[in-house]
C-alpha cells in the first residue's frame, strides 16, 4: 500500500524566511511525485512532476527535489501570497492513481 | 483552468435521501477520479474510471457508486447518504499516458448531510 507523510502539518513564516516542506513516501513502482497548492475553497493545482531520484524542477521561489525516501518542497524569500496549503502526492503502478499526503499549510506574515 | 465542471457547488442533505454529483470535463481525458477530502485525512479516493462504462473502486468505496455513460460525464452517487459522508467531495482527471501524470482538479463540492 502506497503511503504519504508530510511534516510539519502547519509552517508560519516571516515574509523573506526561508524554508522547507518535507514528504516521506513508500510506493511500490514510482511513476511518478507530485506537489500541489490548494488555496480555500479550491481544488488542488498542479505544481510539479518528480519522476526519479536525484531529480529537482524551479518555479519561481519553489524548488521540488527528490530521493528514493523523501521529496522536499524549498520556499526561498516567500511572501504572503505563497500561503496556501502544499499538498504532496504519489503515483504507483497505472491508471494514474494517486495517494496524497495530509497536505502541509503554509502561512506567510508581511 | 483544467476545464472541469462539479455541481453543485454545495449541497444539504437529510441522512438516507440519495444524492448524485455530477463532473463534467471538456479535455477529453480518459481518466476520471472521484476523491473526498476530509480534516486529519487528506485526499482520498473513492472510485474512478478508465474509460466509459470502465469504472473501479478506490480506498473508501463503500456507500458510494458511479457511472460514466459518456466521456465528459463521470456521476457519484450517494445511495442513503448518511452524517459520515458530510465532505468535500472533488472530480479530478488525466490523460494518464505513459509515465505518471498530474491530476487536475475541479473546485469541488461541498457536501452535508444533516
Known amino acids: 500500500e502506497d503511503q504519504v507523510t508530510q511534516s510539519p502539518e502547519a509552517l508560519r513564516l516571516q515574509e523573506g524566511e526561508s524554508s522547507s516542506l518535507n514528504c516521506s513516501y513508500t510506493?511500490?513502482?514510482?511513476?511518478?511525485l507530485f506537489w500541489y497548492r490548494q488555496d480555500p475553497g479550491k481544488g488542488p493545482e498542479f505544481l510539479f512532476t518528480l519522476y526519479s531520484a536525484g531529480e529537482e524542477k524551479e518555479k519561481e521561489r519553489l524548488k521540488a527535489t527528490l530521493t528514493k525516501k523523501e521529496s522536499f518542497l524549498h520556499i526561498t524569500a516567500p511572501k504572503p501570497e505563497d500561503s496556501a496549503t502544499y499538498l504532496c502526492?504519489?503515483?504507483?503502478?497505472?491508471?494514474?492513481?494517486?495517494?496524497f499526503g495530509d497536505g502541509t499549510t503554509l502561512t506567510v506574515k508581511p | 483552468d483544467a476545464g472541469i465542471t462539479q455541481s453543485p457547488r454545495h449541497k444539504v442533505t437529510e441522512t438516507g435521501t440519495p444524492v448524485t454529483l455530477r463532473c463534467h470535463q471538456t479535455e477529453n481525458h480518459r481518466y476520471m477520479y472521484w476523491y473526498r477530502q476530509d480534516p486529519g485525512h487528506g485526499l482520498r479516493l473513492i472510485h474512478y474510471?478508465?474509460?466509459?462504462?470502465?469504472?473501479d473502486k478506490g480506498e473508501v468505496s463503500d456507500g458510494y457508486s458511479v457511472s460514466r455513460s459518456k466521456t465528459e460525464d463521470f456521476l457519484l452517487t450517494l445511495e442513503s447518504a448518511t452524517s459520515s459522508q458530510t465532505s468535500v467531495y472533488f472530480c479530478?482527471?488525466?490523460?494518464?499516458?505513459?509515465?505518471?501524470?498530474?491530476?487536475?482538479f475541479g473546485n469541488g463540492t461541498r457536501l452535508t448531510v444533516t
Open positions: 479530478a482527471i488525466t490523460p494518464a499516458e505513459g509515465r505518471g501524470s498530474p491530476l487536475h
Open positions: 510506493v511500490s513502482g514510482l511513476r511518478g
Open positions: 502526492a504519489v503515483q504507483g503502478g497505472n491508471a494514474g492513481k494517486s495517494t
Open positions: 474510471s478508465y474509460g466509459v462504462k470502465d469504472t
